[in-house]
Structure formats: C-alpha cells, structure tokens
C-alpha cells in the first residue's frame, strides 16, 4: 500500500464507524480494523473525522459573464476547492452559437485540464439548440458527459431557453438517459420590475433582490416542474432557493418524478437581509437570498430528503468589479465565491448538531455522485473507489477571513463567520493536496471525469 490512514472515524452517508483505509495507485484498497504495512506511508487520524471528499456540481470558473470573466480560473478555484475538502467540481461549459456539444466540453478541457488541481467533469449549457444538436445528445452522453443545464433567464445576453427549447431538451434528455439541469427564474418579470425600479432611481442592492424575489423564482420551478413530470424526465434545480419551489418539490417528489433540488450554503446562512448592507452589492447572486421563511423551508428540505443536494454555485467577481454597481444593482456582476466554504459549512452545522454527519456527506458527496452518474468511483469512501479523502478535526475553531482562503477572489461573503471545526487534510486519489492550512497540489493534477448514468 501506499498510505494508511488510522484511527479514524470514518463517515459516509449511511455509515459512522472506526477502521483504518489503505490506500494504492489513488485507490482504496481495503478498509479493516487494524492495518500494517510497513511500506506505506502511516497518516494518525486519532480524534478526527474520514469523510469522501465533497462534490461541487456547480461551479463558473473563469467565465464570461456581466461584462468580464469571473476572477477565479481554473486553478485558483480547484485549489480553493482542495483547501475546502471538494475533491470534484463540476464546471459549466457554455456552448458558443453554432458549436456543437463535444466541443463545448473539449473547448473548456482544453483550458482547464493543465490548470486542474482536482479531479472536473462538466455539464454542458445548451444555448444554441438545432436539430444537429438534438441528434448529438447521445454522443455526449457516449462521451461521459450525460448531463446538460438551460438557463430560463438570461435572455438578453443570450443564453436563455424559452420553453419549446426546455421542452424539447427535457424530451430528448430523458431519451438519452442524460439529466437536465435548470437554472428557473422568470426573465420578463425580472425585466419589467428592474425597469420599474430604475425609473424610479431605485438603484441600491436591495432592488436586486426586489427584481427578483421569491414568487419570480417560484414560477419558474413551477413551469419546469410541470414539463418534467408530462414528459416523466429527470430534471435537476440548481440553486433552489424560495419556499414555493421547494413545496412543488416536494409534491412531485412524493407523486413519484425523478426531481432533483439542489440549495447553497449562501442561501443556508444569509438572507435578503444582507442586500441592505452598505456592502450589499458583494452578495448580489441570482437567484438572491430569499426571506427567512425560505431559508427556513431550505433547512426542512434538507431533513425530508428533499434537497438532494448541495453546490456553491462558485462565480467570485473582484471588488473593484462589483463597485461597478454600487449606484446601480444592474451593474453588478452576479455572482460569489463559496467553493471552499461548503464543505466546512455544512460540516461545521453538523458539529454544532443542526444535522448530522453522514447527511452532511450525503448531500454534499454521495447523492452528487450519484445523480451525475461517478458513483462509486466518487462520493463514497468504499474499496475499489477513488481515494478522495477529507480528514477532519472536529475541534478546530476557524474564522472565514479572505486572508485563510486559497482563491483568487479579494474579499469573501464568508467574511468573520465562525465554524465549529476544520479540514485538516484533503486527498485527491490519494494525493495529499492540502494541510493544515496549507495548499499542497499542483495544477494539472486534476482528471477530467467521463461518467455514466444509471
Ligand atoms: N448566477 C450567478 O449569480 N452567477 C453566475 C450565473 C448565475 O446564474
Ligand atoms: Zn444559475
Ligand atoms: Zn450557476
């Protein structure tokens, strides 16, 4: 073997038990009580925590967007994801009019892959649908990338779907045996209330979640929960965050459809509260934080199964760039950083007994996986998967400051909130890539992901 680790607690979704987890060529070997090997490297886990390493599916590294590109590349966002213990981040590739779906992913590999610090996979967004690209659908999935998102809003920088294209992608998702992912707010609402609101000289952050708030994303849930469940296709929510879609959720989920949700944490921890902050325009993502009542309704979803999972949604702009908006919510680019606070956030709401444990890693590894088609090469600690370890120290007292966080981004929104306990040690197949506080990988490390679903 190569490493050993010993003595730790070992957590998985189902599981919470001591043994000790040997390790060879990035593989988990063998998991027993007691394991010796005088070759291997020995890591002590007495008194802490063995988890997978998270799985965020939803991350925009270095993508244009608002008029520049997010200021994370791929290798300062994959590093910030090892430093967090997510050992997998599922990146957005958009397709460009006129390119085909390979492409796109090729496209954006080719950029990421000597970059990559973990292991990356992408879902590709269909912006340009032709009856080519229908047809090209079942050779993405023969690729390994057998999931797609459409954005329902976004239609004046061109990348939304309009509800013949979600249809017909929905359609031919389900016959592929791909999944859709949707991004659901509702662009002439947004639209006709910020024009309100501008003629009004209603300018400030708050009017960004005014534009937007609770019942505009509802809507959207609504409609697209509908074409999922005539056509019984699989559909994916990305960052659900309002009360009414997650009850909509919910009830499709009992009636039997194959609905996945996905929350936050921005939209665990913060409310619309933080958009009438003098700093405001730093939070402002969409969808925004919702009310209390919302947040409330997330955290229940989360205890009845109905979140199925979490992501960050990861799309840091700088300060400077975000100042662009500080007279006028519609200048600000949208988007935060959060790829290396999910993991310790939701593990940190467990230690403090809010859920528990394996939850944690249910949610925010193993169901990924699994919806996305790499269990069980990942999102579970199980011989003969990949060795994407975190080992965690329940006892640590961390604050979030921008100065202990490894991406490029200049400020936090995470900025002074305190965590009950820290990722001491992230493997990425049994590479040691980050320590104590300490980035130890290197970019190009990290393997693009071919999956397959069901
Ligand atoms: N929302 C954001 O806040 N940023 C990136 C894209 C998105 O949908
Ligand atoms: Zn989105
Ligand atoms: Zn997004």
Same mark, same amino acid.
């Given at each position: &073997?190569?490493?050993?680790?010993?003595?730790?607690?070992?957590?998985?979704?189902?599981?919470?038990?001591?043994?000790?987890?040997?390790?060879?060529?990035?593989?988990?070997?063998?998991?027993?009580?007691?394991?010796?090997?005088?070759?291997?490297?020995?890591?002590?886990?007495?008194?802490?925590?063995?988890?997978?390493?998270?799985?965020?599916?939803?991350?925009?590294?270095?993508?244009?967007?608002?008029?520049?590109?997010?200021?994370?590349?791929?290798?300062? *966002?994959?590093?910030?994801?090892?430093?967090?213990?997510?050992?997998?981040?599922?990146?957005?590739?958009?397709?460009?009019?006129?390119?085909?779906?390979?492409?796109?992913?090729?496209?954006?590999?080719?950029?990421?892959?000597?970059?990559?610090?973990?292991?990356?996979?992408?879902?590709?967004?269909?912006?340009?649908?032709?009856?080519?690209?229908?047809? +090209?659908?079942?050779?993405?999935?023969?690729?390994?990338?057998?999931?797609?998102?459409?954005?329902?809003?976004?239609?004046?920088?061109?990348? &939304?779907?309009?509800?013949?294209?979600?249809?017909?992608?929905?359609?031919?998702?389900?016959?592929?045996?791909?999944?859709?992912?949707?991004?659901?707010?509702?662009?002439?609402?947004?639209?006709?209330?910020?024009?309100?609101?501008?003629?009004?000289?209603?300018?400030?952050? @708050?009017?960004?979640?005014?534009?937007?708030?609770?019942?505009?994303?509802?809507e959207a849930d609504k409609r697209a929960i509908?074409?999922?469940?005539?056509?019984?296709?699989?559909?994916?929510?990305?960052?659900?965050?309002? %009360?009414?879609? &997650?009850?909509?959720?919910?009830?499709?989920?009992?009636?039997? /459809?194959?609905?996945?949700?996905?929350?936050?944490?921005?939209?665990?921890?913060?409310?619309?509260?933080?958009?009438?902050?003098?700093?405001?325009?730093?939070?402002?993502?969409?969808?925004? &934080? %919702?009310?209390? +009542?919302?947040?409330?309704?997330? @955290?229940?979803?989360?205890?009845?199964?109905?979140?199925?999972?979490?992501?960050?949604?990861?799309?840091?702009?700088?300060?400077?760039?975000?100042?662009?908006?500080?007279?006028?919510?519609?200048?600000?680019?949208?988007?935060?950083?959060?790829?290396?606070?999910?993991?310790? /956030?939701?593990?940190?709401?467990?230690?403090?007994?809010?859920?528990?444990?394996?939850?944690?890693?249910?949610?925010?590894?193993?169901?990924?996986?699994?919806?996305? *088609?790499?269990?069980?090469?990942?999102?579970?600690?199980?011989?003969?998967?990949?060795?994407?370890?975190?080992?965690?120290?329940?006892?640590? +007292?961390?604050?979030?400051?921008?100065?202990?966080?490894?991406?490029?981004?200049?400020?936090?929104? @995470?900025?002074?909130v305190k965590l009950k306990g820290y990722p001491?040690?992230?493997?990425?197949?049994?590479?040691?890539?980050?320590?104590? *506080?300490?980035?130890?990988?290197k970019p190009g490390w990290g393997k693009f992901?071919?999956?397959?679903? %069901?």
């Amino acid at each position: &073997m190569d490493v050993i680790i010993k003595n730790g607690i070992i957590i998985t979704a189902l599981e919470t038990y001591k043994a000790d987890i040997g390790i060879k060529n990035g593989k988990i070997v063998t998991i027993a009580s007691k394991l010796d090997d005088s070759s291997a490297e020995i890591i002590d886990a007495s008194g802490k925590y063995v988890l997978p390493g998270a799985i965020d599916g939803h991350t925009h590294l270095q993508m244009p967007f608002g008029g520049t590109v997010s200021s994370d590349s791929y290798e300062a *966002g994959t590093r910030a994801a090892a430093c967090g213990g997510t050992t997998t981040v599922f990146d957005f590739a958009i397709q460009q009019k006129g390119h085909g779906l390979i492409q796109t992913a090729k496209e954006r590999d080719a950029l990421c892959a000597p970059q990559a610090c973990v292991d990356y996979a992408f879902h590709v967004v269909i912006t340009d649908l032709r009856p080519e690209i229908l047809d +090209e659908f079942q050779d993405s999935v023969n690729f390994g990338v057998p999931s797609f998102k459409v954005f329902m809003v976004y239609k004046k920088e061109g990348l &939304m779907a309009d509800d013949g294209m979600l249809y017909s992608v929905l359609k031919k998702s389900k016959e592929v045996g791909a999944i859709l992912a949707v991004h659901a707010e509702n662009p002439d609402l947004i639209d006709i209330r910020t024009e309100k609101f501008l003629k009004e000289g209603k300018t400030s952050a @708050w009017y960004h979640y005014l534009s937007r708030p609770e019942f505009v994303e509802a809507e959207a849930d609504k409609r697209a929960i509908h074409w999922a469940k005539q056509l019984d296709a699989p559909l994916y929510i990305v960052h659900l965050a309002n %009360k009414e879609g &997650m009850e909509e959720v919910k009830k499709a989920r009992d009636e039997g /459809y194959e609905i996945y949700a996905e929350t936050c944490p921005q939209y665990l921890y913060f409310t619309n509260e933080v958009f009438k902050r003098e700093d405001g325009r730093n939070f402002v993502c969409s969808p925004p &934080m %919702k009310g209390q +009542e919302s947040q409330d309704a997330l @955290w229940k979803g989360i205890k009845t199964g109905d979140i199925a999972t979490i992501a960050t949604d990861h799309c840091p702009f700088q300060s400077y760039e975000k100042d662009w908006g500080k007279d006028d919510f519609t200048k600000i680019p949208n988007g935060c950083a959060g790829i290396e606070n999910m993991y310790p /956030y939701m593990l940190s709401e467990a230690n403090k007994g809010r859920l528990s444990f394996n939850k944690v890693v249910e949610i925010c590894s193993t169901n990924p996986a699994k919806i996305y *088609g790499c269990a069980p090469q990942k999102g579970s600690i199980t011989i003969g998967g990949d060795a994407d370890i975190v080992i965690y120290d329940p006892t640590k +007292e961390f604050t979030i400051s921008q100065n202990n966080m490894h991406s490029d981004s200049d400020h936090t929104i @995470w900025e002074g909130v305190k965590l009950k306990g820290y990722p001491f040690m992230t493997f990425s197949r049994g590479k040691l890539v980050y320590k104590d *506080g300490e980035f130890l990988g290197k970019p190009g490390w990290g393997k693009f992901l071919r999956r397959k679903r %069901k």
